[in-house]
């Protein structure tokens, strides 16, 4: 083979490489060979590199092809040994002349030839090194070879995919696997034409039937499996089962025929206390409805009562009720109730004018979710010491009123309808709309069972600060229009911020009215600060309401309208936790705003525009001294416990109620907060009496038989005193103090906002003024027996013992009563402190209890404008905390 090899090379370059070319310059012949090109073979992890020269532009194939591929360099290093021995064969040097350079025009200079011939040792190094080059490549081509082997033999030890076959490829594969046995057998019979054809025939009709069948029965599983696996709900069990037992229930509520049998029965009865009770309230919060409403109503309603209040036959219905243990040893029952009846309600609505509307209210709808929690819970019966009643959202209501045809035709609706409006909402949302509640004692036995029933109550927890930062993309609110946002916590008491707009007045003139040369047109600015009273900080909502100042000069202070934007509910719970926690830092909130109704299912909704919001809580045990002392206004809550030294007179009854207001607030002049009418007769106290001796009597006889002599003697010195009176009161003509207690009264509390310690306009000290008015001493009359006045510094200063918490808190302010004293707990007050006493009664006392909830500042910092504008147009996703202050630079 490298015989061959030489041989072949030989014949394709012998003559390029071996003759001498001679050409004609000038009369001389030359002679130019073909200079030979180094080659270095060099192994590196079995890899042949190959390094030459540049060749030139007349290099030979050799040259050319021993550059383009390694893998031919052992065969190439054979051709290039045998080069050298054809040349070195040759019988008859050449002699080789000097060539210059220049003289070959374009190609290289050639190395210059001696003359005389070419030496035999240098012939013999060039094959040995050939011939060491040809081993070398023979080498480096062996351990390649044996990789490679090496490599392939692994590949075959590797796991590949699993080979899967499903019953459709089999089917397939065997369908064709019976196509090729038929065409193999079909030259063996050679069937006729005609046999050929209807056998085929029949084959395709056969198939096709098969496969019709296959399909149609697949459709058939599919639907089947689809009606089997549709869910039914609890209706389509029980419409399929033909009625299901309690015991396969699996929802969380259950239905409530017993007892919409039994409300049917008690209705007659419930309808005239649940409108009594309806009557009382709106004749306390009427004037303080009246005195809110905004500037656009105001003035169109003088009053607004009941001239006739019944439900009808038609009881409420109770469609379902899911009961659950609450952590702190109750029980609550969430009860979903609905009404639709046929009332008799008639208003009765004085007008500025003197004439009285009364219009009907028809065609009316209730539906809400009532709340009862029975709490505590204690091994005595009925199991548990009081109930509270609660609606935990604004419920649904819907209803019509008939003015008649004699009524003013259509501009009295217009103007009463509002106010109607807002009257039954304001009602129902200050009596059962949570934080309200309505709160029955049930068990009164011990002190711990008084304490209990006060921690149902509506009592302040907190007080929450929120900064209106900024509203986006208001609803239909053109740049130059002006907005303002209004805020609740508890639906009686609402703040609001000044009005603002997007673009002010003279940069809307400066740009000719051309919303192309202003910027932020869509973001209106307020970064006001206001603070609201918390009662549930967990489960509270915060109401938020936008409205546009229409037919206004509000930069003047002058509003005669305003359309409302939006709403929307704000959950207190995740925003008020850092406080509980002790953290008071601000959280940011972006709230949407929506135009549907507080009670509207899912909400108010979106797609009015939204609020950015910063709030924080403080509880008020974290009040320190310094947060007290050092504010400038604050907020004055006040809860009247009870009236003492009534004399009944000779009716043996009394009719009483306190007036409460501020000297700040009745200078501006804000309607006093009146609290509940209290009725005492001597019938009913006597018979209070006769009730408490006869539980004492059981009591005692149960100790009796449990062997506790000890318990039994006291039980009855406690008999001998209630029997002492009992006969006393029995006594005609006798003087006798009453007192009115109002501890159990769910709302005995009002709330002062923007309270300042001194009058700003005449530095005096301002003064909480309580007024005690009695009636029934004489027929159809009431004066007032007595007023006492606590100035703001005494409560602001004060520090007490709250006997719920049982911590001290700056800013509590409670009187002494017979077995406790805020001051000194545990010690027994004389009962000349006990309670405030009236200026103008000898005998007449006041207990109540007052607290002053600090509004403090947040601590201004500055804020780069670039920062306040991006954080101002951010839309946060999640309750992030936020800078302390909106203040740019």
Not at 72 to 82: G, I, K, L
Not at 415 to 433: E, H, I, K, S
Not at 450 to 460: H, S, T
Request: glycine share 8%; aromatic share 6%.
């Amino acid at each position: 083979k490298l015989s061959g090899l030489l041989r072949q090379f030989m014949i394709h370059i012998g003559a390029d490489y071996a003759a001498p070319v001679g050409t004609e310059l000038g009369g001389a012949t030359e002679v130019t060979h073909k200079s030979m090109e180094p080659v270095a073979v060099a192994s590196n992890d079995s890899e042949i590199q190959y390094e030459k020269a540049e060749p030139s532009p007349m290099s030979s194939p050799m040259s050319q092809a021993a550059t383009t591929s390694p893998a031919t360099s052992a065969e190439r290093s054979f051709q290039h040994a045998a080069v050298n021995l054809e040349i070195h064969a040759a019988p008859e040097p050449t002699v080789v002349p000097a060539v210059d350079d220049t003289a070959a025009g374009d190609s290289p200079a050639m190395p210059e030839v001696p003359e005389g011939s070419v030496d035999m040792k240098t012939l013999q190094q060039v094959a040995a090194e050939a011939a060491k080059q040809v081993g070398q490549a023979y080498f480096e081509a062996g351990n390649q070879a044996r990789v490679t082997l090496k490599d392939l033999l692994s590949l075959r030890e590797k796991e590949g995919p699993p080979v899967t076959l499903t019953v459709d490829q089999i089917a397939t594969a065997a369908f064709f696997l019976l196509i090729g046995l038929h065409l193999l057998i079909l030259p063996i019979f050679l069937p006729s034409t005609f046999r050929l054809l209807y056998s085929l025939l029949l084959g395709l009709l056969a198939g096709f039937c098969i496969s019709f069948l296959f399909f149609h029965n697949r459709k058939k599983k599919a639907e089947v499996n689809e009606l089997l696996g549709t869910d039914l709900g609890l209706k389509g069990v029980q419409l399929v089962a033909g009625g299901v037992p309690a015991m396969f229930n699996v929802s969380d509520t259950e239905k409530l025929e017993w007892l919409n049998a039994l409300v049917k029965e008690v209705w007659p009865f419930v309808d005239k206390g649940v409108c009594n009770m309806i009557k009382d309230i709106t004749a306390q919060t009427m004037p303080g409805v009246l005195a809110s409403l905004p500037s656009v109503l105001s003035g169109t309603v003088k009053s607004v009562g009941f001239k006739h209040l019944t439900f009808g036959a038609m009881p409420v219905r109770v469609e379902s009720i899911g009961v659950h243990r609450e952590h702190n040893d109750g029980l609550v029952l969430e009860l979903a109730v609905k009404w639709c009846g046929d009332p008799n309600i008639t208003l009765a609505i004085e007008i500025p004018g003197g004439q009285k509307l009364c219009p009907r209210v028809l065609d009316i709808s209730f539906a809400a979710t009532l709340r009862v929690v029975l709490r505590p819970l204690v091994p005595r019966l009925p199991g548990f010491v009081a109930m509270m009643a609660t609606v935990p959202k604004p419920p649904l209501i819907k209803y019509r009123l008939d003015f008649g045809k004699a009524m003013g035709g259509a501009v009295a609706p217009m103007a009463v309808t509002p106010v109607v409006n807002y009257f039954l909402r304001g009602v129902l949302d200050r009596m059962l709309v949570w934080p309200n509640r309505i709160v029955v004692p049930i068990l009164q036995e011990t002190p711990q069972d008084a304490a209990e029933v006060q921690k149902l109550m509506r009592r302040v927890r907190g007080m929450v600060r929120v900064c209106v930062l900024s509203g986006k993309k208001l609803k239909d609110l053109s740049p130059t229009d002006s907005a303002i946002v209004e805020l609740t916590t508890d639906t009686q008491h609402y703040e609001s911020t000044p009005p603002r707009s997007a673009v002010s007045l003279e940069e809307w003139k400066a740009a000719d009215g051309k919303i192309d040369r202003l910027s932020n047109t869509e973001i209106v600015t307020w970064n006001h600060y206001m603070y609201l009273l918390v009662q549930e900080p967990e489960s509270q909502m915060l109401r938020l309401e936008a409205f546009e100042l229409t037919e206004s000069r509000a930069r003047e202070g002058i509003i005669t309208g305003r359309r409302s934007i939006g709403r929307a509910l704000v959950k207190l719970g995740r925003l008020c936790k850092a406080g509980m926690d002790g953290v008071h830092v601000d959280q940011s909130v972006r709230v949407q705003l929506g135009e549907n109704d507080w009670g509207s299912p899912g909400g108010p909704g979106k797609g009015a525009g939204s609020i950015l919001l910063g709030v924080s809580y403080f509880p008020c045990e974290d009040f320190t001294q310094e947060q007290v002392f050092e504010a400038k206004k604050g907020i004055i809550t006040f809860r009247l416990l009870a009236i003492g030294g009534l004399n009944p007179g000779v009716n043996n009854n009394v009719a009483a109620y306190a007036s409460v207001n501020l000297t700040s607030h009745k200078n501006a002049g804000q309607e006093s907060c009146r609290t509940a009418r209290r009725v005492w007769t001597l019938a009913g106290h006597v018979a209070q009496l006769k009730a408490q001796m006869k539980k004492l009597e059981l009591a005692r006889e149960r100790d009796l038989r449990d062997g506790d002599s000890a318990a039994a003697e006291a039980k009855a010195a406690e008999m001998l005193a209630l029997q002492e009176d009992i006969d006393t009161a029995a006594e005609k003509n006798k003087t006798r103090l009453v007192t009115l207690d109002y501890s159990m009264e769910t709302h005995a509390m009002s709330s002062f906002y923007n309270v300042t310690e001194r009058l700003e306009d005449t530095g005096e000290e301002n003064q909480l003024k309580i007024k005690v008015i009695q009636e029934g001493r004489i027929k159809r009359t009431a004066e007032t027996i007595g007023a006492v006045e606590v100035p703001v510094s005494r409560i602001k200063n004060s520090c007490c013992l709250n006997p719920l918490t049982g911590k001290k808190e700056h800013g509590l302010y409670m009187q002494k009563w017979q077995g406790f004293d805020p001051e000194a707990p545990g010690t027994q007050p004389p009962e000349s402190e006990w309670g405030l006493q009236l200026s103008g009664s000898a005998s007449g006392r006041v207990w109540m209890v007052a607290r002053w909830s600090p509004c403090v500042e947040d601590v201004q910092q500055e804020v780069d404008g670039e920062e306040a504008a991006a954080f101002v147009n951010a839309l946060p996703s999640t309750i992030k905390p936020i800078q302390s202050a909106w203040q740019v630079k």
